[in-house]
């Protein structure tokens, strides 16, 4: 009995270990945010493993479901759409109740792909501490999550939605800071059209248009 927490690719299908294929292929059930693009990555490796989804909006049943099985003595393996489960995802929780239920559970990591990590270790930027703050709120708390990151003195990394990047990017300014710190923002990491822009806010900010607002972003700011 184990569930074990697999990092799978967060664009480019190719960079998933062999550990996390050997985790996916042994496991009884796979866990999935969501199936269809889970299916996509287990038939690039032809994993032939039933798929179960479990993501933001799954109800107590179904994670009384999932603690059904563990009990039972199956191996699941769960995983996000993209990356590292329980990084600002909602696999934090169902660990976190699955111990609840059985304290003894054994929660084995399989690490690999982050975007977060992937952005600082191409920033530049010293690295030896920084602050994580995933998604910024979209209505309330929003002016204070980027108040608070004028505020931080370590570098600091989040992530943005093509909808949102330009806003965010309108929230930093105002804030004198910010303004004169280096920045680094990653388009679509990995994948086909990967981009990355670096320079001050004013320098970036041209640099991005409705033209080229694809994906998913992730921020890094230097540290002051």
Do not use: C, W
């Not at 270990?17 to 292929?25: G, M």
């Not at 990084?87 to 982050?114: C, Q, R, T």
């Not at 204070?144 to 989040?158: G, L, M, Q, R």
């Amino acid at each position: 009995m184990a569930l074990y927490v697999v990092a799978t690719p967060i664009g480019n299908l190719e960079d998933i270990t062999i550990r996390a294929i050997n985790a996916l292929s042994n496991s009884d059930l796979i866990l999935a945010e969501d199936t269809r693009v889970t299916k996509i990555l287990l038939d690039r490796y032809n994993i032939k493993k039933e798929i179960l989804s479990y993501h933001q909006h799954s109800g107590f049943k179904k994670i009384d479901r999932i603690i059904e099985l563990l009990v039972q003595g199956k191996n699941l393996a769960l995983v996000t759409d993209a990356g590292t489960p329980a990084i600002n995802d909602p696999g934090s929780y169902l660990v976190n109740e699955a111990l609840k239920a059985i304290p003894d559970l054994k929660i084995v990591p399989i690490p690999g792909p982050n975007a977060a990590i992937a952005a600082l270790s191409i920033s530049g930027f010293p690295t030896e501490e920084f602050v994580f703050l995933g998604f910024p709120p979209h209505k309330k708390g929003r002016q204070t999550f980027f108040k608070n990151i004028s505020e931080i003195k370590s570098a600091v990394v989040f992530y943005e939605s093509k909808h949102r990047i330009l806003k965010a990017l309108e929230n930093l300014e105002k804030f004198s800071e910010i303004g004169t710190r280096q920045i680094m923002i990653a388009r679509e990491l990995t994948k086909q059209f990967e981009t990355i822009y670096r320079g001050t806010l004013a320098e970036i900010k041209p640099r991005l248009t409705d033209k080229n607002l694809l994906g998913e972003f992730v921020v890094v700011i230097d540290r002051t």
